[in-house]
């Protein structure tokens, strides 16, 4: 089910991707034909300079410390300056003026009573709020995406790890089988050069022999050993005797 919601949230945040849908998506957080800047709050307290403000516009969210407000208490009242000095709980806007230079000086002013307000600055806040809240969309939309592809990786893991260990182990294998038929090949080269290395030993010896016994003998014998010896006054045994 959270799968299920993560792949919803991320197809309907692919709508805000190109600048003109931005745009678009724009509108359906603030109307640009309302004037945010004017609105009525009630007065809760009142403390010297210190006025506060109690008003159901949420949008005072937005404005910050400093930010110009000006306040009339009733039409036919002067209107006064003030600055907002903080926000409270989103309710509650304590601003610092002058209240005596809105009212006349007869007048008491008692609590709850309606303010009229007007904020120059407040539809400019609301639309930078806006821009910062389509952006977090998209970051969070970013974010989904990384946890999708985070789940799919955990969801698959225990499956993934078995496909891994199966493949690995079938080249394991095949390494194996390679090797066998390697060495084999091996101890079959080896045997083979053995037997060719005894067969052509044995031939060499056998040209060997062939060639003494083809060899010619170039001395021209004009007479025999004894007459040889004995003309080159070399030491030599008596004459053998004829016929033996």
Known sequence: MWQLLLVIHASI??????????????????????DYSKFFARMTDYS???????????????????DQVFLAFRKKYKECSGIVRNIEDDRY?????????????????????????SVPIMFRRIQEAAHNHILLLKNKDDYYHQLNSVNDFLWNYEQEKILLSNNYDAQIMRLRQEKERAIK???????????????????????????????????????????????????????PKEGI
């Open 48 to 66: 010297g300079n210190i006025l506060k403000l109690e008003t159901n516009n949420s949008n005072i969210k937005f404005l910050a410390t400093g």
């Open 185 to 239: 090949d091996l101890i079959t080269q080896r045997n083979d050069n053995i037997s060719l290395q005894k067969e052509l030993k044995f031939k060499i010896d056998q040209i060997e022999k062939d060639v003494l016994n083809t060899r010619a003998d170039t001395r021209e014998l004009d007479m025999d050993r004894w007459n040889l010896d004995h003309d080159n006054r070399s030491v030599f045994e008596l004459r």
């Open 93 to 117: 806007l304590v601003i610092f003026t002058n209240v005596r230079d809105c009212l006349p000086k007869d007048i008491y002013l008692r609590r709850g009573t309606i303010t009229r307000l």
């Open 13 to 34: 945040l692919t709508e805000l991707k190109t600048p003109d849908i931005i745009q678009e998506k724009l509108k359906d957080f603030y109307d640009p034909n309302i």
